[in-house]
């Protein structure tokens, strides 16, 4: 058995090694997409470069719609590595790989070790699990802080009849509620907290409201979160009300950011998002490891939390009227742990083999068919650039069912081959939309016009549009024409260099001073039939830049 263990343990440790390696390759290789990475990258800059680590600010401007942990962890990342693609993603990569990590050691210590491996294995292989660990967004860092929450949460309970009661865990599931508050809001709070309260009803388990550490655990958690919230209400009087209000109870109950969808949309999330595991996934669903009428009242049964917390944020995005894909990411730690338990007791080789397959055929026809997505503004070539990339991912995930078959009755090697190629093939995917950058980052215009930008006292206006990357790459703020987009709260509070129409704005651009105009086609067109004078710096499908000399 020590032998058994020791061995075990070595390919643990390599399975990690070469999952991590997979994992954080070519984290800078594919430039920021807008508008959201450029946005929370020009945040963690300005964070960073002006020292002022209390208000966040976009492009000069305050930006209050979520709190600053984000921002924290990729201003220091940019601090040690220099203010590159990698360095605004690694925040967001590491917390993906910790949440993976987490969730192995939580399945290992709750349901034994197949299942600690089986849940890092399904978790780091996922779809959308993958893309959000690979995206300067903010929904990775809250996963994993709810994640750190609920698990340590768990792992008190299951230990509250034990001399210690599990006091250091339930300490660790107060700062990670901590962390999920300072990463997202409120619902670092509503999450964990109203799961716990349907959980306790519906399993009539009072002892675990006399295990919660309440005292400790409560000052913990203010020592951690009130610091920045009084800091950043003393110096700004209009936060309070745009932060609770608007970005929470508005947001949720209204269609304020225009981002309704039908009531079946997290289904479609989730059916995509968890390949090539989803069987697996719907299963730990549908026929959960517990009764649906407890047979111990009173006890911990940690599946039925987990099950609990899923299902409530699954239908709590249902019904809010603010749905993105990313929302649903947190239900994913923990449907992963449920299918690692059923995996660990139930054979599902077959239908991976089957799933990855076809999963294989039908990236491999997208890479076939992918010049039909040509547009004017997509133009072929960058759908020829990306073929490559497609075809790598659909032979990596054929290779994966090939070997997943001829070792099907190896459960132990299926899986780790299928998340292993899965992973990679995904990330192929990722690295390859590099071919998308022309269109959708200002990488490539911010090292066009750099020389300009660099001239004494240049003006940059972005006339009815905004690249939110631009003002990361070059290192200074751009002045918007008639746009607000996010940037409408602080505009609101500090319009100083913000023009609000072409009115205003045509005597700045006659003025004798260089200046530069960021536009899009059809705007460059309206000018040109305006007779304006200008000159094209550099032109892209979507956009152009013009000068006024």
Not at 147 to 153: H, I, K, P, R, Y
Not at 240 to 246: A, K, R, S, W
Not at 392 to 419: G, H, M, T
Not at 457 to 478: C, G, H, M, T, W
Request: proline share 5%.
């Amino acid at each position: 058995m020590k032998i058994f263990s020791t061995t075990q343990g070595r390919s643990d440790v390599l399975l990690i090694i070469i999952a991590g390696i997979i994992w954080f390759s070519l984290l800078g290789y594919r430039d920021l997409i807008d508008p959201d990475e450029g946005r929370y990258a020009d945040i963690s800059s300005a964070m960073l470069n002006t020292g002022d680590w209390v208000t966040p600010r976009l492009n000069g401007y305050k930006f209050f719609d979520k709190p600053p942990i984000h921002y924290w962890g990729s201003a220091i990342s940019m601090a040690i590595l220099g203010e590159t693609n990698a360095a605004a993603r690694l925040w967001c990569s590491a917390m993906g790989f910790f949440g993976a990590l987490w969730m192995w050691f939580v399945g290992r210590r709750l349901y034994g070790e197949p299942v600690g491996r089986y849940t890092f294995l399904i978790l780091l292989s996922s779809t959308l699990y993958v893309s959000i660990g690979h995206a300067n967004v903010l929904d990775m860092g809250v996963a994993a802080f709810l994640a750190l929450t609920l698990g340590a949460f768990a792992l008190a309970q299951s230990q509250r009849n034990t001399t210690s009661k599990g006091q250091g865990w339930m300490l660790l599931s107060w700062a990670g509620l901590a962390g999920a508050v300072l990463s997202k809001g409120l619902i670092g709070l509503v999450f964990p907290g109203a799961a716990i309260v349907i959980y306790s009803l519906w399993q009539r388990d009072w002892e675990l409201w006399r295990n919660l550490s309440i005292v400790k655990g409560l000052s913990l958690f203010l020592i951690l979160v009130l610091p920045w919230f009084i800091l950043v209400s003393q110096a700004n009087e209009q936060f309070l009300h745009f932060f609770f209000i608007h970005e929470h109870f508005e947001r949720f109950t209204s269609n304020v950011h225009s981002r309704n969808q039908p009531w079946w949309y997290f289904i479609a999330v989730l059916s995509v998002g968890f390949l090539p595991w989803i069987i697996s996934i719907f299963s730990a669903i549908f026929k959960p490891e517990f009764s649906w009428r407890p047979k111990c009242p009173g006890s911990f049964e940690a599946s039925r939390l987990f099950w609990v917390y899923a299902t409530f944020i699954f239908l709590f995005f249902s019904y809010s009227h603010s749905k993105l894909v990313p929302y649903i990411l947190p239900v994913f730690p923990f449907l992963a742990v449920l299918a690692g338990a059923q995996l660990a007791k139930n054979k599902h080789t077959n239908s991976f083999v089957i799933i990855t397959g076809l999963l294989a055929i039908i990236v491999a026809i997208v890479a076939w068919k992918i010049v039909g997505f040509a547009r004017p503004h997509k133009p072929v070539s960058i759908f020829l650039e990306y073929r490559p990339w497609l075809i790598a991912a659909s032979i990596s995930l054929a290779l994966a069912s090939l070997l997943a078959f001829f070792y099907r009755k190896k459960q132990q090697i299926v899986i780790p081959v299928i998340a292993l190629f899965s992973l990679l093939a995904f990330q192929m995917g990722s690295w390859g939309y590099q071919s998308h950058s022309q269109i959708r980052s200002a990488k490539l215009m911010a090292d066009t016009i750099r020389p300009l930008s660099e001239q004494e006292n240049l003006k940059i206006y972005a006339v009815d549009r905004f690249e939110y990357s631009l003002p990361y790459y070059l290192q200074r703020k751009i002045t918007v024409v008639t746009f607000k987009g996010n940037m409408e709260f602080g505009i609101g509070r500090e319009p100083r260099g913000w023009v609000a129409n072409e009115q205003e704005f045509m005597p700045l651009w006659l003025a004798p001073q260089h200046a530069l105009a960021i536009l899009s086609v059809q705007k460059y067109k309206q000018w040109q039939n305006q007779n304006i004078p200008m000159k094209i710096v550099y032109q892209d499908p979507r956009r152009i830049i013009v000068g006024n000399y």
